[in-house]
């Protein structure tokens, strides 16, 4: 039985004292037996909201990471950094971070590397865009960055990572895919993890759907046979929302 997981993705939002106030307001309400939730801010916030998460079931996780464990690269955080600060989860390879950062297959998969050598769980985000949509490269698109994401992971680190399925053209447009559009990709994603590593992991591993989701929608995406969570965007920053996808996800 795989446990449910909401991630809220703040993206460039909040400052800290902002994140502060948003655990005030969630505490004791985006925490449900069974339900895991986690909050992936930007780097400036993960300490506070680290403190202020404390003795709540509420994770943290970040939003990137660099591969290497330490050097010479300006501007850069890296997993070691990010453990020590406490942080549990790390969101890779964003389609906002291939699309604007020169994010690549191969960097996706040394930041999972990166991730599991400091004990932190990735947040593997695939997915295709409209154009891609559109010419049936679906399947293509996610096989392609599934397999490289996974490259030279052991099965116990597989079965640990979370998958998030992003149709790019769903993201932030209000346009989300159905429930069953998106449950067919994820479906097919977990072969891809069964072809890679058996049926075991293929059990195990988690996938999460993003794009649009709301708590309107939660409910139904949460209701199909292998969507175990989203990872969401806009509906995140608000506490009452974020409260009611966690709620809906049970
Ligand atoms: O990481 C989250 C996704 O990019 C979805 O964003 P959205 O919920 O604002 O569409």
């Known amino acids: 039985m795989r446990t449910p997981i909401i991630a809220g993705n703040w993206k460039m939002f909040k ?11 969630v505490k004791g309400k985006a925490e449900v037996d069974g339900v895991e939730s986690v909050i992936c801010a930007p780097f400036t916030n993960l300490p506070a909201l680290v403190e202020a998460a404390k003795g709540t079931s509420i994770k943290i996780g970040a939003q990137n990471l660099h591969f290497e464990d330490n050097g010479a690269y300006t501007g850069e955080i890296s997993g070691e950094m990010l453990k020590d600060l406490g942080v549990d989860y790390v969101i890779i390879g964003h389609s906002e971070r291939r699309a604007y950062f020169a994010e690549t297959d191969e960097t996706v998969n040394k930041k999972m590397h990166a991730a599991f050598r400091h004990g932190l769980t990735p947040i593997v ?4 865009k409209l154009e891609e949509r559109e010419a049936g490269q679906t399947k293509d698109v996610c096989k ?3 397999e490289a994401a996974f490259k030279g992971l052991s099965a116990e680190q597989a079965a640990q990572a979370v998958i998030a399925y992003e149709p790019i053209w769903a993201i932030g447009t209000g346009k989300s895919s159905t429930a069953q559009d998106a449950n067919e990709v994820i479906s097919y994603i977990r072969e891809l993890v069964k072809g890679l590593y058996g049926e075991d992991v293929a059990s195990k591993v988690r996938i999460q759907y993003g794009g649009s989701v709301k708590p309107e929608n939660v409910t139904e995406y949460m209701g199909q046979s292998d969507i175990d969570g989203a990872l969401v965007g806009g509906a995140s920053l608000q506490p009452a929302s974020y409260i009611q996808l966690v709620q809906g996800a049970k």
């Open 125 to 128: 985000c695939v997915g295709e």
């Open 15 to 25: 400052t800290v004292p902002e994140a502060k106030t948003f655990i005030e307001e």
């Open 144 to 146: 392609v960055q599934t």
